[in-house]
Structures are given as C-alpha cells and as structure tokens.
C-alpha cells in the first residue's frame, strides 16, 4: 500500500529516537518508543478522496484502537521530534529543522496538512 496513509506512518516512523519502523499485521508501522503504541495505515482505497487517517493501537493493543487524523498526528509528532532534537541548541538552528521536517510533511500531505494546521488556530 503506498497510499496517503502509508505515506503519513512512514514520515512518523523516521522520527527517531521517538519512533522506529515496524512490520505488523501485514503492514509498515510506526512504532513509538515511548510508550509501545503502534501507528498503522488505514486503507482508505474505497474512499472518494484520501484523507490520510491513522490507526492507533494504544500501546500496541488491537482492542484500544483509535483511527485520528494523519497530519495532524504527524504534525505532532514531528514538533516533538524537534523539541528533542533542539536542546542545547541555538534556536536558528531548532528552527531550521522544524521547517525541514514541517516542510517534507506538507509535500507528503499537500493541502491536507495546511487544513489541519488551521483548524488549530
């Protein structure tokens, strides 16, 4: 699957130390090596228009299941991986990364991820 979702999961999946891939039911996943939640994507062929939703098994459980927005969760996600990757550095150099990775986001997500940011203000 190389769909909009899948797209979003790997993005995630590269934001070490906070996530790592992993192969889990079938799929490339993102797992959080925080806390053992496991991020898949969500098969969104039969839909009109993608909208890059994920599902989230809460700490790895297929029982605690939620299906969220991918942008806005990647969005997330990629703002902590800044804040980590920030201290005790200058803050052009904190910015700089925080615009590499928000802008590799919105070219995976395009209009997507523009939406969601606005909503949040």
Do not use: K
């Amino acid at each position: 699957m190389n769909l909009l979702s899948q797209r979003i999961v790997d993005y995630i999946a590269e934001l070490m130390p906070l996530y790592t891939f992993q192969f889990a039911d079938g799929y490339d996943c993102a797992l959080s090596l925080v806390d053992g939640t496991l991020l898949m994507p969500v098969d969104e062929s039969g839909a009109e228009r993608e909208e890059g939703w994920v599902a989230v098994l809460w700490q790895g459980d297929a029982q605690r299941r939620s299906e969220v927005p991918g942008p806005l969760l990647a969005y997330q996600a990629a703002l902590r991986c800044v804040e980590l990757h920030g201290i005790g550095r200058l803050p052009a150099e904190v910015a700089a990364h925080r615009h590499a990775l928000l802008t590799r986001l919105r070219d995976i997500c395009g209009d997507l991820l523009h939406n969601e940011m606005v909503t949040r203000y």
